[in-house]
């Protein structure tokens, strides 16, 4: 049963039999979110997966090419590493949250428990959103520091003239980046409000369940 029809079920009962039910309610409550809680550490871990197969993926292309020519490899290893490190962190607490959730007894712990884990996965969107747009900048700027690598690398494959203008190629970077980065920033922004977004709604709504089971008491 749906815990808003359990809770307007059990108002609706005599006075005598609602400190039974209510226990019901709650162990509905802590049963819904210690499932919530897990699904965002599983779908946590299977992103760090997505995350580790695309950067697979990369090694060899066009893009690592590039960066080995213009000696850019070791900041990329850095920038994925770290990013891999941070995910890391976000998923073992994700794990706490989901074990502290599991283990609460009352209401007020579960509560409490809730709000910290509506809080952890808001910075762990926030941090993924806000690290790829820097990342991409600060790699970007080395690029612009060593054109004339870049140029050489172009004409070696054939990519453009030797008469290429540096203006024009800054200019059609800054585009090229604009355009890539506001489209996977999109995309990224569009899975986490359809996938963590529902999430947290239905963990919000156990929580407004669980204040007004504790202002009934």
């Not at 609602?18 to 049963?31: G, Q, R």
């Not at 690592?64 to 994925?80: C, F, G, M, P, T």
């Not at 059609?172 to 529902?198: D, E, P």
Request: hydrophobic content about 45%.
């Amino acid at each position: 049963m749906d815990l808003d029809k359990y809770k307007k079920a059990w108002e609706n009962q005599p006075e005598e039999t609602n400190k039974v039910s209510k226990v019901d309610i709650y162990k509905m409550a802590h049963s819904k979110s210690s499932s919530i809680v897990k699904w965002i550490f599983i779908i946590g871990i299977l992103e760090l997966i997505f995350w580790g197969g695309l950067n697979l993926v990369f090694v060899g292309s066009s893009y690592s090419e590039i960066y080995e020519e213009l000696h850019l490899n070791a900041l990329v290893k850095v920038s994925i590493y770290l990013h891999y490190f941070v995910i890391t962190l976000f998923l073992i607490l994700f794990y706490k949250n989901y074990k502290s959730i599991s283990i609460s007894d009352n209401t007020k712990k579960l509560i409490n428990k809730i709000l910290n884990t509506r809080k952890t996965v808001k910075y762990y969107v926030y941090f993924n959103l806000i690290y790829m747009v820097l990342a991409n900048i600060v790699i970007m700027c080395f690029i612009f520091y060593d054109l004339d690598g870049l140029i050489q690398y172009y004409n070696n494959h054939g990519i453009a003239s030797s008469a290429i203008n540096k203006n024009q190629l800054v200019v059609s970077l800054i585009i090229a980046m604009t355009v890539t980065l506001s489209f996977m920033f999109l995309i990224l922004w569009l899975f986490y409000k359809i996938i963590y977004g529902r999430l947290l709604k239905k963990l919000h709504r156990n929580y407004k369940e669980l204040i007004k089971l504790e202002d009934i008491n």
